[in-house]
Nanobody, 121 residues
Framework: QVQLVESGGGLGQPGGSLRVSCVASGSILTISTMSWYRQAPGKERDLVASIGSGGSSNYADSVKGRFTISRDNAKNTAYLEMNSLKPEDTAVYYC???????????????WGQGTQVTVSS
Protein backbone atom coordinates (compact mmCIF):
# COMPACT_ATOMS: atom_id res chain seq x y z
CA GLN A 1 0.00 0.00 0.00
CA VAL A 2 1.04 3.55 -0.70
CA GLN A 3 -0.42 6.63 0.94
CA LEU A 4 0.01 10.33 0.25
CA VAL A 5 -0.91 12.53 3.19
CA GLU A 6 -1.13 16.30 2.87
CA SER A 7 -0.86 18.73 5.76
CA GLY A 8 -0.77 22.46 6.22
CA GLY A 9 -2.97 24.86 4.34
CA GLY A 10 -5.90 26.44 6.14
CA LEU A 11 -6.81 30.13 6.13
CA GLY A 12 -4.46 32.74 4.71
CA GLN A 13 -4.79 36.45 4.12
CA PRO A 14 -4.38 38.16 0.76
CA GLY A 15 -0.71 38.92 0.35
CA GLY A 16 0.20 36.39 3.00
CA SER A 17 1.89 33.00 2.93
CA LEU A 18 1.01 29.38 3.56
CA ARG A 19 2.82 26.09 3.14
CA VAL A 20 1.44 22.65 2.39
CA SER A 21 3.35 19.39 2.73
CA CYS A 22 2.86 15.92 1.29
CA VAL A 23 4.40 12.75 2.69
CA ALA A 24 4.40 9.52 0.72
CA SER A 25 4.56 6.35 2.79
CA GLY A 26 4.25 2.62 2.36
CA SER A 27 5.92 0.20 0.00
CA ILE A 28 7.93 2.60 -2.19
CA LEU A 29 10.95 1.81 -4.33
CA THR A 30 11.29 5.16 -6.02
CA ILE A 31 9.31 8.31 -6.72
CA SER A 32 9.66 10.18 -9.96
CA THR A 33 7.55 13.32 -10.32
CA MET A 34 5.74 14.88 -7.37
CA SER A 35 3.10 17.48 -8.12
CA TRP A 36 0.51 19.75 -6.59
CA TYR A 37 -2.89 20.21 -8.20
CA ARG A 38 -5.80 22.34 -7.05
CA GLN A 39 -9.52 22.30 -7.57
CA ALA A 40 -11.80 25.23 -6.84
CA PRO A 41 -15.57 24.74 -6.44
CA GLY A 42 -17.22 24.10 -9.78
CA LYS A 43 -13.91 23.96 -11.62
CA GLU A 44 -11.62 21.26 -12.93
CA ARG A 45 -8.54 20.03 -11.12
CA ASP A 46 -5.53 21.90 -12.51
CA LEU A 47 -1.79 21.42 -12.21
CA VAL A 48 -0.15 24.02 -9.97
CA ALA A 49 3.48 22.85 -9.88
CA SER A 50 5.55 19.73 -10.35
CA ILE A 51 9.09 18.67 -9.49
CA GLY A 52 11.22 15.82 -10.76
CA SER A 53 13.45 13.60 -8.66
CA GLY A 54 16.45 15.70 -9.71
CA GLY A 55 14.79 18.94 -8.67
CA SER A 56 13.66 20.35 -12.00
CA SER A 57 10.34 22.12 -11.58
CA ASN A 58 7.61 23.80 -13.55
CA TYR A 59 4.68 25.99 -12.61
CA ALA A 60 1.31 27.11 -13.85
CA ASP A 61 1.46 30.66 -15.18
CA SER A 62 -0.97 31.80 -12.51
CA VAL A 63 1.47 30.97 -9.69
CA LYS A 64 4.87 31.65 -11.25
CA GLY A 65 6.95 33.90 -9.04
CA ARG A 66 4.64 33.38 -6.06
CA PHE A 67 4.71 29.62 -5.35
CA THR A 68 7.75 27.40 -4.87
CA ILE A 69 7.71 23.62 -4.98
CA SER A 70 10.45 21.59 -3.33
CA ARG A 71 11.06 18.05 -2.17
CA ASP A 72 13.11 16.01 0.24
CA ASN A 73 13.83 12.68 -1.43
CA ALA A 74 15.13 11.11 1.76
CA LYS A 75 11.77 11.81 3.43
CA ASN A 76 9.56 11.15 0.39
CA THR A 77 8.10 14.57 1.00
CA ALA A 78 7.06 17.45 -1.24
CA TYR A 79 6.33 21.00 -0.18
CA LEU A 80 4.52 23.92 -1.75
CA GLU A 81 5.39 27.33 -0.37
CA MET A 82 2.70 29.83 -1.34
CA ASN A 83 3.46 33.54 -1.11
CA SER A 84 1.60 36.69 -2.17
CA LEU A 85 -1.63 34.79 -1.81
CA LYS A 86 -4.70 35.87 -3.75
CA PRO A 87 -8.37 35.03 -3.16
CA GLU A 88 -8.33 33.11 -6.44
CA ASP A 89 -5.80 30.70 -4.90
CA THR A 90 -8.65 29.35 -2.77
CA ALA A 91 -9.08 25.66 -3.58
CA VAL A 92 -8.53 22.14 -2.36
CA TYR A 93 -4.88 21.30 -2.99
CA TYR A 94 -4.04 17.73 -3.93
CA CYS A 95 -0.67 16.00 -3.89
CA UNK A 96 0.16 13.63 -6.74
CA UNK A 97 3.13 11.33 -7.17
CA UNK A 98 4.39 8.84 -9.73
CA UNK A 99 5.61 5.91 -7.67
CA UNK A 100 7.33 2.64 -8.45
CA UNK A 101 6.76 0.04 -5.76
CA UNK A 102 8.99 -2.83 -6.85
CA UNK A 103 11.68 -3.58 -9.43
CA UNK A 104 9.10 -5.59 -11.37
CA UNK A 105 6.44 -2.90 -11.46
CA UNK A 106 6.10 0.27 -13.48
CA UNK A 107 5.28 3.73 -12.23
CA UNK A 108 1.73 4.35 -11.06
CA UNK A 109 -0.20 7.47 -10.09
CA UNK A 110 -1.14 8.13 -6.48
CA TRP A 111 -3.19 10.97 -4.99
CA GLY A 112 -3.59 12.46 -1.55
CA GLN A 113 -6.96 13.23 0.00
CA GLY A 114 -6.57 16.98 -0.44
CA THR A 115 -6.19 19.91 1.91
CA GLN A 116 -8.26 23.09 1.87
CA VAL A 117 -6.57 26.44 1.29
CA THR A 118 -8.74 29.51 1.74
CA VAL A 119 -7.50 33.03 1.07
CA SER A 120 -9.69 35.68 2.59
CA SER A 121 -9.46 38.79 4.71
Amino acid sequence: QVQLVESGGGLGQPGGSLRVSCVASGSILTISTMSWYRQAPGKERDLVASIGSGGSSNYADSVKGRFTISRDNAKNTAYLEMNSLKPEDTAVYYCHARIRRTVLSGFHDYWGQGTQVTVSS
